[in-house]
T-cell receptor, first 115, second 112 residues
Framework: DTAVSQTPKYLVTQMGNDKSIKCEQNLGHDTMYWYKQDSKKFLKIMFSYNNKELIINETVPNRFSPKSPDKAHLNLHINSLELGDSAVYFC??????????????FGEGSRLTVL | QKEVEQNSGPLSVPEGAIASLNCTYSDRGSQSFFWYRQYSGKSPELIMFIYSNGDKEDGRFTAQLNKASQYVSLLIRDSQPSDSATYLCAVNGDQGAQKLVFGQGTRLTINP
């Protein structure tokens, strides 16, 4: 069983379109994240939810809207896609917010290509 | 100044040698430090974490932390071709912080 699963794995779309990426974790973790990895491999946090509550919202354009219907799911909707949105988007989860060892468990990534 | 800095490489090491990967961070309040390995086209996977000054060993891997110098490193002994990957250093803030901040990664190639 995949611990953190994302769909779709690949997404090719035109500029201006709207698209969504879904993420589910079966680890029982309280916290979920969206990270963006650009072509230079730089992995940057976008959002974090703890028990369905938004706790981190980095300086991301408001075209990006996360939604967490329950603590096992975190989706990402992107409006009016731009060329610069092309990247690999990783969903991740971690156990409760307390403690020093806050290991991230990553999904396989969703490669988004905007043409 | 970037929050977490790594030499992007590529770093080329002969098989059987020691690979040394370095990382510096800017936030003095950082408390825990992670090394992730990422194979091409795959997701990052945790190799080690460390939060006390000094060395921590796990098999062929040793993480070293020096909080005074704001420096963390990863040594890989007896390097194998399968160790060829990008290594990401990540730093967690104080206990109130909820995010890992990653460096840009060091691409490591082990030559047979």
């Amino acid at each position: 069983d995949t611990a953190v699963s994302q769909t779709p794995k690949y997404l090719v779309t035109q500029m201006g379109n709207d698209k969504s990426i879904k993420c589910e974790q079966n680890l029982g973790h309280d916290t979920m994240y969206w990270y963006k990895q650009d072509s230079k491999k730089f992995l940057k946090i976008m959002f974090s939810y703890n028990n369905k509550e938004l706790i981190i919202n980095e300086t991301v354009p408001n075209r990006f809207s996360p939604k967490s219907p329950d603590k096992a799911h975190l989706n990402l909707h992107i409006n009016s896609l731009e060329l610069g949105d092309s990247a690999v988007y990783f969903c991740a989860s971690s156990p409760s917010r307390t403690g020093l060892n806050r290991e991230l468990f990553f999904g396989e990534g969703s490669r988004l290509t905007v043409l | 100044q970037k929050e977490v800095e790594q030499n992007s490489g590529p770093l080329s090491v002969p098989e059987g040698a020691i690979a040394s990967l370095n990382c510096t961070y800017s936030d003095r309040g950082s408390q825990s430090f992670f090394w992730y390995r990422q194979y091409s086209g795959k997701s990052p996977e945790l190799i080690m974490f460390i939060y006390s000054n000094g060395d921590k060993e796990d098999g062929r891997f040793t993480a070293q932390l020096n909080k005074a110098s704001q420096y963390v490193s990863l040594l890989i002994r007896d390097s194998q071709p399968s160790d060829s990957a990008t290594y990401l250093c990540a730093v967690n803030g104080d206990q109130g912080a909820q995010k890992l901040v990653f460096g840009q990664g060091t691409r490591l190639t082990i030559n047979p």
